[in-house]
């Protein structure tokens, strides 16, 4: 009788385990092992807790748990140059190596040169976008990104330039899909580049990455059907394109963002204002050794009205130096 | 010992009962019960039944499985005019009546009257949405919006405008979601009004609506910061708009796309030279009786080119008085 009736409680407890997918684990695991136990860290743990706890004050309905990340210097590394002026540049010599003649567009020549970028980085990213991303089809676009990223190396790290994503941003990122927030790229950086890497490295699929875009053309011609990129800006996803685009896309006013520099400032002031509980963070570049140590000083990713704003309001300011405890997967794997 | 065996088997069979939303149901219930069974009917299941079967030839990875319906005569009426048009042209008039010296606007005082609309729909569109839709912030759009439809009126069926969804589109619409693909509305009118009852509506929630849309404007004071409509015309989502839209925004081509007029034809081609197993379907109003009959004849959703292309390249053609069991809810609860 006895041992009838434990298998009966055994049968029980094993039809009753729950299936993988419906598994919600309840061992105290570490929501975000590459982070350092920080007060940051504690304050993004407490702000998904309570944003997920059905009838507290600080809930936030699934619906509205939108969180909006910047890409370059945020989720990925930004120097010595953004990842995709150097594509751009690497494209512009290409061009003019495949066809001379393209050489007389002064733009495009001025492109091949890493200098006269950095002397004005804004008409460079647009110039770039226009000269390189423009007359082509996504797919087309496509191939010749994958063939530049599997043969490109980053300067000083040798590696290929997916490798050089944040782990800890990874891990931020998975941590909140897993408490059903939707995670979004809103970026400077095109959304026809960002697309190429997002799912692959972030989980991110193409319809959750905002970026700059350059106005598409449909093309039909003997029932085949292309959109082609043209020449013309159709948005510049920066400094107040950031909101605006947020608005237009989602529709929804985010509950979480994340940058790194002053072309963030107006997305996290935006989120800021949200009526539900809300965080903005800023990633500091702090950390000379690891990766780099810049902000102000930086034609690349400047942070400074929006480091001041950010410390007035008591947004996160995470640094990298203290906050992180991986920054690359590269370096923890050398260890 | 027969009773105590019974408990426990019992016991075994309670505890053991699936959660809501885990269940999945292994019956042979009809999944589209509004639609009448129909070859067309047949071949939306079989589409979506081989879609998701893993491992077959026309299977659909999920990521891929993106569904875009167009809204105005394919989710809601449009007859006797595009819903959105009754809200600017109610507009209009409020507007004019607050302020008596905007009837100088001749625009303005022209979108008052139904029958220089009708003479030009689409600068009517255009000028419609520029007129009554800018200067405004979509929380303040929003609240006027819900006063109208929760006032206004359908002249022939006598109900409120949400009530004009097509039963059988919103169990499609679940039916599809039900099966891991995501449903986008891509239509010619504006996100902003769309977005007020798309998930109350279809379940779609607000960042799966693309429309026609105002450029937007960040404004700035005092710690207030807001996204503000303006007067220009950011992006026309009508024809050669919707495919553009959907590359810029989700990034990839649909594997299902509905719509119901020559607005829709471009979105319906594209989709249907993806590489993967797609469907393209066209709605039309041939039921005088319960909606309208309607087609090349009429100046609002005029169906001719993609209904000849449509036919020539098999695609299925939804002719609502023989596929729709029901067209509207209340007509059902009427029987």
Redesign the interface.
């Known amino acids: 009788m006895k041992s009838f009736y434990f298998i ?1 409680i055994a ?2 407890a094993f ?2 385990q729950p ?1 993988e997918a ?1 598994k919600v684990s309840t061992a105290k695991t570490d929501p975000l092992p590459s982070w350092n136990d920080t007060e940051n860290k504690e304050a993004i743990i407490n702000f998904v807790t309570e944003a997920t706890k059905e009838g507290g004050e600080n809930y936030i309905p699934v ?1 509205d748990r ?1 969180a909006a990340f910047d890409n370059d210097g945020t989720l990925w590394c930004e120097q010595p140059l953004y990842i995709e002026m150097v594509y751009s540049l690497a494209t512009a010599k290409q061009m003019i190596a495949d066809k001379p003649e393209l050489a007389k567009n002064p733009k495009l020549k001025a492109l091949t040169d890493k200098a006269t970028f950095e002397k004005n980085p804004e008409l460079g990213i647009e110039t770039a976008f226009v000269l390189t991303h423009a007359g082509i089809s ?1 797919t087309d676009f496509g191939y010749q990104v994958d063939m530049w990223a599997d043969s490109a190396r980053h300067p000083r790290f040798q590696k290929r330039y997916p490798q050089l994503i944040y782990r800890p941003m990874v891990d931020l990122l998975q941590y909140l899909r897993d408490n059903q927030f ?1 995670t979004y790229i809103v970026s400077g950086g095109s ?2 580049f960002i ?1 190429k890497f997002s ?1 692959g490295l972030y989980g991110i ?3 959750q ?1 905002i970026g700059t ?1 350059l106005k ?3 093309q ?1 011609s003997d ?3 292309k ?1 082609i990129y043209t020449a013309d800006l ?1 948005h510049n996803d920066d400094k ?1 394109g950031k ?3 947020i ?6 006013k985010p509950v979480l963002a994340f940058g790194n520099s002053d072309g963030d400032k ?1 997305m996290l ?2 989120t800021s ?1 949200n009526k539900l509980p809300n965080l903005s963070l800023i990633l500091q570049h702090t950390d000379a050794e690891r990766e780099y140590a810049y902000d102000s000083l930086s034609h690349i990713g400047t942070l400074k009205e929006a480091l001041k704003e950010g410390i007035a309001k008591g947004w996160l300011i995470v640094d990298m130096k203290q906050d992180f405890k991986v920054v690359f997967d590269f370096q923890q794997e050398q260890k």
Chains 1, 2 share one sequence.
Do not use: H
């Not at 608005?247 to 929804?252: F, T």
């Open positions: 009966l049968l029980v039809s009753c299936k419906d619906a939108i996504d939707k959304s026809a697309r799912d699929p193409a319809e990455v875009m598409g053309e449909f039909a029932n085949t059907y959109v159709w107040e909101p605006v685009a608005q237009q896309i989602i529709g929804k107006q002031e935006w204002t």
